[in-house]
């Protein structure tokens, strides 16, 4: 996409958006509610027309190409299948009408890549959720696309069957090798699906990268809390020392590695992930490449199997949340102890921006909520 609006009556979706999708690769665009994810899908599929702009697919420019000629399929949230036709005849049906000759052969073929082959001669209504979006998926595969689209497509489904078809999909576009462009509000399913994430906001891509990359290295303060939590510490920047910078912040001095940290001068916002931090009981020893915070009150604690996760308020810099694995059984400190954090420098980042936001905490996510 190079340089799209899109303007509705009164408001403006997406301002200029650039965006270019590798062939072949998986890719998720991922914001909350009302970002301009679908509207970018719709354009791609060709069933909104931008106001300025160009749409191009392998090279071609296709933003005056009507949506059924575009090399697209969409796969939606509902499945829409034919309720009158056998499985089979759902997904041949697409190849059937533009007179493919073996079109029974390779809706068997998809049929055999989702694994529902054997159900080939079943009607729609006498399948699963998960079975009729495998179908719904094998009928969208079948054609080939240059691209194949998919709009939440997995958000009516249960939450194992939701996770079970996540990693059948990533294998599925590994087999077949067509560009997949996933839309999501959902943070792990685009993390664990994609090789590339769009991270989306207010109709812009704040960053994009692959989803280890964007995780440990959020540039902005929206990034940093819609995938994942993120410890956000603001100060002026009040040295430079060999590799890293020194924050000050509230009175403590915090090392953030250069080469991870946006900015090097002026007032900083950095950030630290939960599962990244320590937990200590007595104030540590300084030590070189470990930042410390502290001491500090429990205010929380709360196991969630995996890990615990506490909140810790510490006077002057707010609160703090570090998870720990659970590797003793019960909590290793309680509600009200005084403690401190640390972690090592390494782990830190720094923003390009301040640690002003839409999204507070990762709990605000919608991650397994519809919209
Ligand atoms: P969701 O996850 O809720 O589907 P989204 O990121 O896909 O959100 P879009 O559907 O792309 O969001 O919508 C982006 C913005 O454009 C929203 O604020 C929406 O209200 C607005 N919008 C979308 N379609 C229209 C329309 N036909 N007329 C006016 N505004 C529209």
Sequence with gaps: MVGVTKRFPGFTALEGLNLTIPSGSFFALLGPSGCGKTTTLRLVAGLEEPTAGRILIGGKDVTDTKSYRRPVNTVFQSYALFPHMSVLEN???GLKRRGVRDAGARAHEAL???QLDHLSARRPIQLSGGQ?????LARAVVNRPAVLLLDEPLGALDLKLRREMQIELKQIQNEVGLTFLHVTHDQEEAMTMADTVAVMNRGEIEQLGAPEELYELPKTAFVANFLGRSNLLTGPVVASKGDTIV????GTKIEVPKARAQRHAGHVTIGVRPEKLLLHVSKPQPAAGVNVLGPGRV???SFTGVSTDYLIDVPGIGTMSLFAQNMVFGPVVQ???EVWVAWTVDHGFGLSDGPSSDVSTASDTPTETDD
Aim: proline share 0%; net charge neutral.
């Design 91 to 93: 997904v041949a049906f």
């Design 335 to 337: 509600t009200g102890s």
């Design 112 to 114: 055999r890549l989702v």
């Design 299 to 301: 205010i929380d604690v």
């Design 132 to 136: 009729q979006q495998r179908v719904a």
């Design 247 to 250: 924050v000050d912040v509230a």
